[in-house]
């Protein structure tokens, strides 16, 4: 079965660090383009960071030198490393799989003191 599966969330304080996962089957993540979308309430679903096939990453917007992506080829994972959170990066944070429409069920991250 092809899925993605987020864990990791939860509520942290403000400058506090977080990690999800991004568990892929039925496909290698090494073969796909895989980001992190994310959406707080109200607000359109926008894009945190992608890494590309060749390993390559990228991380946009207000989150860039706070959140690194990476991937584990062995466990066909893909991570968010998130560090100095605030609470703005309240969200529900999505994986997908680029450009075919493969999401996962996304995890909540609340980040309040």
């Known amino acids: 079965q092809v899925q993605l599966v987020e864990s990791g969330g939860g509520l942290v304080l403000p400058g506090g660090s977080l990690r999800l996962s991004c568990a892929a089957s039925?496909?290698?993540?090494?073969?796909?383009?895989m980001t992190w979308y994310r959406q707080a309430p109200g607000k359109e679903r926008e894009l945190v960071a992608e890494i590309s096939i060749v390993g390559n990453t990228n991380v946009v917007g207000s989150v860039k030198g706070r959140f690194t992506i990476s991937r584990d080829n062995d466990k066909n994972t893909v991570y968010l490393q998130m560090d100095s959170l605030k609470p703005e990066d309240t969200a529900v944070y999505y994986c997908?799989?680029?450009?075919?429409?493969?999401w996962g069920q996304g995890t909540q991250v609340t980040v309040s003191s």
């Open positions: 039925g496909f290698s993540v090494s073969r796909y383009v």
């Open positions: 997908q799989r680029s450009g075919t429409g493969l």
